[in-house]
């Protein structure tokens, strides 16, 4: 039996992976790293992982699709935070420490 949301269409074609959960996943660890306050640490990867459930539960991806997704989105942030840290210890004044993953 599969669950259906009424006024959704399913799609079975070009889904993988998911755009909406790399999308997120690399904007909440961006905004994670750079943040002060330590709650936003855990709320906002929780608000990326209910995108990744939101896209399974609508039937607009499988669960590979979301985990690639997400695997591409922490991949994306991690590269985007090194290779700031890189530009800015080259070209750039270190006036004080940047936050890491």
């Known amino acids: 039996m599969i669950h259906k949301v009424e006024g959704v269409h399913m ?3 070009h889904s993988f992976p998911s755009g909406h959960t790399s999308t997120a996943f690399s904007m909440a660890l961006l905004l ?4 002060k306050r330590k709650i936003w640490c855990y709320v906002l990867p929780m608000i990326a992982l ?3 459930y939101s896209r399974v539960y609508l039937g607009q991806h499988f669960v590979s699709d ?5 695997l591409i ?8 935070l090194v290779l700031y840290q890189w530009y800015k210890k080259r070209y ?3 006036e004080k420490p940047e936050p890491t993953l």
């Open 73 to 80: 989105g922490i991949l994306s942030a991690y590269l985007s």
């Open 32 to 35: 994670t790293s750079i943040t």
């Open 66 to 70: 979301v985990f690639a997704g997400m």
């Open 92 to 94: 750039g004044k270190e």
């Open 11 to 13: 799609n079975r074609l």
């Open 50 to 52: 209910f995108v990744g």
